[in-house]
Nanobody, 127 residues
């Protein structure tokens, strides 16, 4: 099990940028595929981006492709989500998730595949 703590959310104007961070506890961070999900008020949780254990492979939802970038630093036990050209529809609670895996191409988009979750960080984009 890994404990996850997100940070970096806030209020930003449309067109602005934010960088979310997710710090993980434990010594086996590099054994986990990581992902970001988001949940807007009244809507279901949706996939945003995933990254493989060593960071070599990533997957982004079509809605954020070209604007958001997931990355990780295994030496710092941290995964990031760089968000540019933010839109009001990006407003949501953003969650970090972890999945223990032996596979380097593990990039699931389904929330149920991830066993460990943070508490979330709120991102609000004003128009």
């Amino acid at each position: 099990q890994v404990q996850l703590v997100e940070s970096g959310g806030g209020l930003v104007q449309a067109g602005g940028s934010l960088r979310l961070s997710c710090a993980a506890s434990g010594r086996t961070f590099s054994s986990y595929a990581m992902a970001w999900f988001r949940q807007a008020q009244g809507k279901e949780r949706e996939f945003v981006a995933a990254i493989s254990r060593n960071g070599a492979n990533t997957n982004h939802a079509d809605s954020v492709k070209g604007r958001f970038t997931i990355s990780r630093d295994n030496a710092k036990n941290t995964v990031y989500l760089e968000m540019n050209s933010l839109k009001p529809e990006d407003t949501a609670l953003y969650f970090c998730a972890a999945r223990l895996t032996a596979y380097s191409l593990d990039l699931y988009q389904t929330a149920a595949r991830y066993s460990d979750w943070g508490q979330g960080t709120q991102v609000t984009v004003s128009s």
